[in-house]
């Protein structure tokens, strides 16, 4: 077994690892769960805390409407009429002689998300030369930088800004051979908006997950088996979001097709393996890591309660209950209203752990922080797992993130101190 640091006692976190666990029957890949203090050497560590239809394959484009053939030399990919790519998928031009499935390729270079994201600062862009009569593909870096200049003025962040840059570059002509993003005036334009506002990540916790953890033990989340739907669900995805240390994106791609989801014997754990096909957001990350491996919490560690906190009890129930509605085979399926049994979509996932947690302050009397994100919960895991032994080295592996400096510059808050207040109280 693991000694378990002498840190207060922080809420048990089970966090989900990479490494594969030499098992016979499971090929631990992704998540394990992060039962960090009691599991052998990480080699299948579990992060949840433990306080105190068809699955459609989904494209990652929109399969878009056929339109009539441009005949100009450049297809513009953020235009309707392109058969590939919808307008608000568009991504750059590409030159109109290249076969189809040589342009969905390049197509594919970004992530959907990234298209969206750079369509809508596009328009944003497009807006604004048509009140000023300019061409926005031809408008040059001086108009640019005005428009940046706006923006910072208009109190965007100058990471908000870079995006605007990368999304201006990807419809623009180039000057002088060369990208808008990588000219001098811009790049040094950017550097001064940094310099004049630098980045201030959060390093405190803005909720209390040793509250919402205790909360999650009792009503309205308990029992299980009887409770509403609702919180049944905002209680099983937040204890995933929470034990696997994964994006909602990779979650939401979750299967209980058979072939995507195994449960050990007698429940010890549960395998959770993302539909055929999926990409995930980085692209860099190993695809095995995306592979969830969480491991039952022992009821025998802290007292009984602990198991209601178990992401593998709340998973085998959440599965049982839902069967009698589901009409999808994604994991997670809406509990009310027409869309019942539906493929529940990313946004309600992040909505329901901002819900989730939400509803465990009220259940005790308390007034909820403001400005909770369901990607806070990425921060809060990996920051209790790192100040209970874990290292950082797999704490990324689990989380999928490309090297320690992303957890140290934008994840990594201040639990130890949250541990010891905790204690003197």
Known sequence: GRAVPDLAQPPAVCFSSDLPVATGHFEDQGNAPLSAFYSPALGEPNLVPRASEAVALIPMADPGEKGSPLSSRWIDLASPSRSLVSACMGDQRIP??????????????????????????????????ATKSLDPRACGVPRVLSFLQELLEKGRSPSTLKVYVAAIAAFAETTRGRAIGRNGLIIRFLRGARRMNPPRPPSVPIWDLSLVLEALKAFPFEPLESVDLKYLSLKTVFLIALSSVKRVGDFHALSVSPACLEFGPNDSKVILRPRHGYIPKAIGTPFRAQVISLSALPASVNGDRDILLCPVRAMRVYITRSAAFRRSEQLFVSFGGRTR????????????IVDAIAAAYASKHLQCPLGIRAHSTRGMASSWAWSSGISIHDICMAAGWASPSTFVRFYNLEVPALQAKLLSV
């Open 96 to 129: 109109v002689d290249l076969p189809e499935g040589v342009v969905n390729t390049i197509t594919q270079s970004r992530a959907p998300s990234t298209r969206r994201l750079y369509a809508s600062k596009w328009s944003v862009f497009s807006k604004w030369c």
């Open 341 to 352: 049994g539906l493929a529940a979509s990313k946004q309600s996932l992040s909505r329901w």
